[in-house]
């Protein structure tokens, strides 16, 4: 990172760090980077995750192709066709696949038609949506902090219904940490939640060092900047 000049042994020790899941200050603290460097650093790492997150998302690798949404270049991502933009950023819906579970943004309309016909227990709702509404099984609204989870056919089991509250108790414990989260860059941390929550039982620093292998660090900032 330009300013940066960092060592490679820095750079690991700051990877090894935020896998311990510490926050920005206490890196700082700890590798004497300043904070703003470090902050840097993670946004870049967390970008990095939510790219991963999302190649391995079942929604994307159906289709054929995925496409990131840069929302650590400043702006929110953009729903074509959608009027309603204040909400983008705090609404989500959840879908679970292979044991894991995939977090994806939702429009406002989205989010309320979802809610609203999810009421309905005996209502077809993929009669009314299509194959991406009707993949959710819960829906979080990080602005007002709500888990809500959907009685449709998708749930097999009560157990299901209970790891959504095991992810809703991560991602609140971990999101009500920063104090007040930017809308342009709530998409990453929801992001990290759901790779701290799907990968829970392996070695994140060495998952995490294999994905930044692939695609080093300012690829994400060079990226975000054409």
Not at 112 to 136: A, H, I, K, T, W
Not at 151 to 158: D, G, H, V
Request: hydrophobic share 35%; with cysteine; aromatic share 12%.
């Amino acid at each position: 990172m330009k300013g940066a000049h960092l060592s490679e042994r820095k750079c690991k020790e700051i990877i090894r760090l935020f896998c311990e899941d510490l926050t920005a200050t206490q890196i700082a603290d700890i590798s004497g980077v300043s904070r703003v460097t470090i902050n840097n650093y993670l946004k870049l790492i967390r970008t990095h995750i939510a790219k991963y997150c999302e190649e391995h998302n079942p929604r994307y690798r159906m289709a054929g192709a995925f496409s990131f949404m840069p929302v650590h270049a400043g702006s929110v991502p953009a729903f074509p066709e959608e009027v309603l933009q204040d909400d983008v950023g705090w609404l989500y819906g959840i879908a679970r696949s292979d044991q894991k579970l995939f977090v994806d943004l939702l429009s406002r309309q989205e989010y309320d038609q979802l809610v609203r016909f999810g009421e309905l227990s005996d209502f077809p709702l993929g009669e009314l949506f299509g194959e991406r509404q009707n993949r959710y099984t819960a829906l979080v609204d990080i602005g007002d902090w709500k888990l809500t989870k959907l009685e449709t056919p998708a749930i097999r089991l009560r157990d299901e219904l209970d790891e959504y509250d095991l992810f809703w108790s991560l991602a609140k414990s971990r999101l009500s940490k920063f104090r007040g989260l930017n809308r342009s860059t709530a998409y990453l941390h929801v992001k990290e939640c759901e790779f701290r929550y799907n990968y829970k039982g392996e070695d994140l620093n060495k998952l995490l060092t294999f994905i930044i292998s692939r695609r080093p660090l300012h690829y994400s900032k060079a990226s975000a900047l054409e």
